[in-house]
């Protein structure tokens, strides 16, 4: 007795669902519960296979049963429950389907098989000769074999494999093709293939509806395309047959489409090396065959998108969770009775609530809000949205009170969550943390307002000390202020801010008994000195103990209560202006590197008004100076031109008394004296000039030399005592013989001198008394110049020694001068590395110039020898060698060409005037001279372009002549352009006759 007539039937079928059922239901299976529908089809197949139709139709039945009880509506997905539970049951439905059929074809085949037993026939069956029932027998055995492994079957690709591998077999075909239509109709794609040549594949892979290819017409017609012969196939696929290829071509051909609930879907087609006539059976066969194909591939088709759309759904469903966990707000999500379904990672991080621990629970209990000012509760914007429908959010100043207790300012909002049908099935609510943002608003607030203050005022010690105090308690429990002055060293406190007036008095006690060195490794001098800022996020006792001296001072400082500390510099355009502390104490805020960014950049702005009014007040002083320099230039043109005119007045008119014969023997000579002294007296203002010039474009140049101190002394003081006789002031000259020895430039000094004691001179009285006094110590030699005259006002003091002033400017000062001299005076003391000082008691009670020079080397420190003094001493006579010399003057000026040949004349020396460079060359070319003298500053051609024009003259006609530039253009760059032109030598105007001789009598010898 067997096992399977006590099986068949119902029971078969109920045993083999209650058996699929407790398998996945058991634990210890690892059988995915998510997808019942492959294991209820199994036993959907084994029913029908063992039982019958209406086994596997019951079968169907309770799997559908079966998975909607225990698997879809557990989990409450009723997106997918008409999916799964559809897919159930037209999976049991197709194979009840194709067991029936299978059943059907089966009864045909046993019923021929009984008629023709009696009269056994032979005939052809896909190439082989067998008998009738043979060819039944092995059809129906290839059929069983297809629905054997099609049943397995469960992808289209898995599908695909076993119709082209059976279908070759089954039919003993030499190339196979499998096709399926694309989505939107318009091509068939190779699915799967068997022998066809590597050279025709690229022709075969995909066929277009456009290309007018036969098998589409099987397609729109349904029935089968069979080729028995070579033509035939050559006829119908002309392109395909006219590829040549190295191995054999299919002669005979068949293609059948595949057809499933009436739509054709694809084609499988058949191709045979030789010729091959297809009967009856075959046809039949073929066509049977195909439509078990086309019921398996799309059952597969079918299973693959109802795996792909649960495949799908998982990905979303993980997506979403990755999502909610990838969002930077915290995620809540009720039902619509305002229970927590779902939490994410951020929403259990601010409540301090698990999900699985709040599922379930009103949102109240997880998600409690209040006022942060009043500390009452807010209403849930959950409930908000349940009673109104709509969007809402969180009014300001709400706050989030976790689990433990703690709080966190929130921004969030409430969103409805409806169904199909509009109802609102439950509420998302999405909030985050603010606390930083309302930190950073306040903080913004607070740069505004410092911002204001600062711009208030351009007193900036005035708007720092409001930032002090805006600084409080909002950056910190008390804020000082450091500034170094221009000028200073050292930083003064110039602003302290604190909550506890009491404390200010503890602060300003600590200072001033324990003031920080400067050079501190930490704190205010260290910032100024570096200008980087420092961070103390937590201030220790240790840290006080190292910092203190004594310990008083480390109870004094305990006593502050410091907790945390920032010291940010006042920087502006790359210079340290001061240092700003802040400092945590009794609110117990610990500093961060945000909380020192943000005092930076209020650093920086405070810098940036310091600095701003610094340049303002700096502008306005220089404004004033301007306009005291303006005052003073307007003064000194006034004063130049009166002491210009002056001397040329008594000039020009003794000048025309002499040119008018009028005048005896004696007022000649008075003229003639006045004439030079009054000349001398214009050749001093416009070298004073000069001096200035030089000084202030740095190019006063010194003739540097050993020489004795005393000696330029005494001379100084020789040239000056014809003036004091003449006032009956008495010179007292208290002098070392031999004096200390100095390096420099002897006449410089000289000038000093004398120009110190013709102001004592000047200044004087009559019967008065100027002192000259030289002495030396260790390194230095004073020269000092005293007088009894009317002294200096202790107002005027200070602006003694700066040029352009004197200490009266008004028409009615009772002596002349530029105010250039003691101006002068300082510079060429301080090019020699010296200083001078000027005291004064006052008015009527004399004053003294005090000049310091540095001693010459001890070396040097010795008498220089007679060929040394000859040097020093001018012999300027009339020497012989200008006896009968040739000289051609050229100058413009008359009256400059005359005075020349007036000297050189006197010397015994022939004379040539050319007033031009053209007359020059004439006269140079027409006599050769012994020296040519000329003028640089000429109209027309000026002495660069004459002295070119000469040296372009051979040797024989003059063009190596010496020749002297005798130019009022004296500076060094005008020296360096004449002497590079040509020019032997540089004179500069005015010049003395007897150095005019000497340079002249130099160029011949």
Not at 50 to 67: E, I, K
Not at 503 to 528: C, D, F, Q, T, W
Not at 570 to 584: C, E
Not at 744 to 765: E, M, Y
Request: hydrophobic share 45%.
């Amino acid at each position: 007795m067997t096992l399977r007539p006590l099986l068949r039937g119902y029971p078969l079928a109920a045993l083999l669902v209650t058996l699929v059922t407790a398998i996945k239901l058991t634990p210890v299976v690892d059988v995915s519960r998510d997808s019942p529908l492959v294991f209820y089809l199994l036993a959907v197949i084994v029913a029908g296979l063992y039982g019958d139709v209406r086994s596997a139709l019951f079968a169907t039945a309770l799997s559908v049963f079966a998975a909607w009880f225990f698997f879809v509506r557990p989990a409450g997905n009723q997106e997918f429950a008409l999916l799964r539970l559809g897919a159930v049951a037209l999976g049991g439905l197709v194979i009840v389907a194709f067991d029936a059929e299978l059943r059907r074809v089966r009864a045909e085949v046993a019923g021929l098989l009984e008629k023709r037993a009696s009269a056994p026939t032979h005939e052809t069956l896909f190439g082989a000769q067998v008998s009738d029932s043979e060819a039944l027998r092995t059809q129906l055995q290839r059929l069983e074999q297809l629905t054997l492994r099609l049943s397995k079957a469960m992808t289209r690709e898995e599908v695909a494999e076993i119709v082209v591998d059976l279908g070759v077999s089954s039919t003993n075909a030499d190339t196979c093709t499998l096709y399926t239509l694309d989505e939107a109709g318009q091509g068939l794609d190779l699915l799967a293939h068997r022998g066809i040549h590597p050279q025709i594949f690229g022709m075969v892979q995909r066929i277009e509806r456009s290309a007018g290819n036969p098998t589409f017409r099987v397609l729109s017609s349904g029935e089968p395309l069979w080729v028995e012969r070579e033509s035939e196939y050559l006829e119908l696929f002309p392109k395909v047959a006219g590829i040549r290829t190295d191995g054999p071509r299919a002669k005979a051909f068949w293609c059948v489409p595949l057809t499933a609930e009436g739509t054709p879907f694809g084609l499988l087609g058949m191709g045979y090396y030789a010729p091959r006539d297809f009967g009856p059976r075959e046809r039949a066969f073929v066509e049977t065959f195909t439509r078990h194909c086309a019921e398996a591939l799309r059952r597969a088709q079918r299973l693959t998108a109802e795996q792909d759309a649960h495949a799908t759904a998982e990905r979303l469903r993980a997506s979403l969770a990755t999502t909610l966990r990838s969002i930077g707000d915290g995620v809540i999500a009720t039902d619509s009775a305002g229970k927590v379904t779902l939490m994410n990672a951020v929403a259990e991080a601010l409540t301090g609530h698990r999900e699985d621990e709040s599922r379930g629970k009103p949102l109240a209990e997880v998600f409690r809000i209040v006022n942060e000012e009043t500390g009452e509760s807010v209403e849930s914007p959950v409930a908000k949205v349940l009673r109104d429908g709509v969007i809402v959010g969180l009014a300001n100043h709400t706050v989030l009170v976790a689990r433990d207790g703690s709080s966190v300012a929130i921004d969030d909002s409430g969103a409805p969550i409806r169904g199909p049908d509009g109802r609102i099935e439950g509420v998302i609510l999405v909030f985050r943390d603010v606390t930083e943002k309302k930190r950073e608003e306040a903080r913004r607030e607070f740069l505004a307002a410092a911002t204001a203050a600062l711009a208030e005022s351009l007193d900036y010690e005035v708007t720092l000390s409001r930032v002090a105090w805006l600084s409080v308690p909002r950056l910190g429990d008390w804020c000082a202020v450091d500034v170094i002055e221009p000028g200073q060293r050292l930083a003064k406190r110039l602003a302290v801010a604190h909550v506890n007036p009491e404390k200010l008095e503890l602060a300003r006690k600590i200072a001033e008994k324990y003031p920080e060195p400067a050079n501190a490794e930490s704190g205010v001098p260290n910032v100024l000195r570096t200008g980087r800022a420092e961070l103390h996020a937590n201030i220790t006792d240790e840290m006080l103990q190292a910092g203190t001296r004594d310990a008083e001072h480390l109870r004094l400082s305990r006593a502050l209560g410091l907790v945390s500390a920032m010291v940010v510099p006042l920087v502006a355009r790359g210079n340290v202006l001061g240092a700003m502390t802040l400092v945590s104490a009794e609110s117990g805020r610990h500093y961060t590197q945000q909380d020192l960014a943000f005092a930076e950049e209020l650093s920086q702005r405070c810098a940036a008004a310091m600095d701003n009014a610094r340049l303002y007040a700096a502008e306005q002083r220089a404004r004033a100076a301007a306009d005291v320099a303006n005052r003073s230039k307007d003064e000194f043109l006034a004063s130049v031109s009166h002491e210009l005119r002056t001397p040329l007045n008594a000039i020009l008119g003794w000048a025309k008394m002499m040119s008018s014969n009028t005048l005896d023997e004696s007022k000649r000579a008075r003229a003639i004296e006045t004439v030079e002294r009054n000349a001398v007296a214009m050749a001093q203002l416009v070298e004073d000039l000069l001096d200035v010039s030089r000084i202030i474009s740095g190019k006063m140049r010194l003739e540097v030399q050993s020489f004795d101190a005393s000696r330029v002394a005494e001379t100084a003081l020789q040239s000056v005592r014809p003036a004091a006789e003449a006032k009956g002031i008495v010179l007292l000259a208290n002098l070392q013989a031999p004096g200390p020895r100095l390096m420099g430039d002897p006449a410089r000094i000289q000038q000093v001198i004398w120009n110190l004691l013709s102001n004592a001179v000047k200044f004087t009285p009559n019967g008065g008394q100027v002192e000259l006094g030289v002495h030396a110590d260790e390194a230095f030699t004073t020269i000092v110049v005293r007088d009894t005259g009317r002294g200096i006002d202790p107002d005027f003091l200070p602006f003694v020694f700066e040029p352009f002033r004197q200490e009266s400017a008004s028409h009615a000062r009772s002596r002349g001068g530029l105010g250039l001299g003691l101006a002068i005076a300082r510079q060429l003391v301080e090019l020699h590395g010296g200083g001078i000082e000027v005291a004064s008691a006052g008015g009527g009670k004399g004053a003294t110039f005090s000049v310091r020079l540095p001693l010459a080397p001890e070396s040097l420190q010795r008498e220089p020898n007679a060929a040394n003094d000859a040097q020093l001493r001018s012999r300027f006579d009339h020497p012989p060698e200008l006896r009968g010399l040739r000289v051609l003057v050229v100058d413009d000026d008359e009256d400059a060409r005359h005075l020349v040949s007036a000297v050189l004349e006197a010397c015994g020396s022939h004379v040539l005037r050319a007033e031009g460079a053209d007359t020059a060359l004439e006269l140079l070319q027409a006599q050769p001279v012994d020296v040519l003298v000329s003028d640089i500053g000429m109209p027309g051609q000026d002495g660069y372009d004459l002295i070119r024009r000469v040296r372009e003259l051979p040797a024989t006609r003059g063009g190596s002549v010496p020749a002297a530039a005798l130019t009022a253009y004296v500076r060094a760059e005008d020296r360096r352009r004449v002497l590079n032109a040509g020019y032997s030598i540089h004179i500069p105007k005015p010049v003395e006759p007897a150095e005019l001789v000497a340079v002249v009598a130099s160029l011949v010898r």
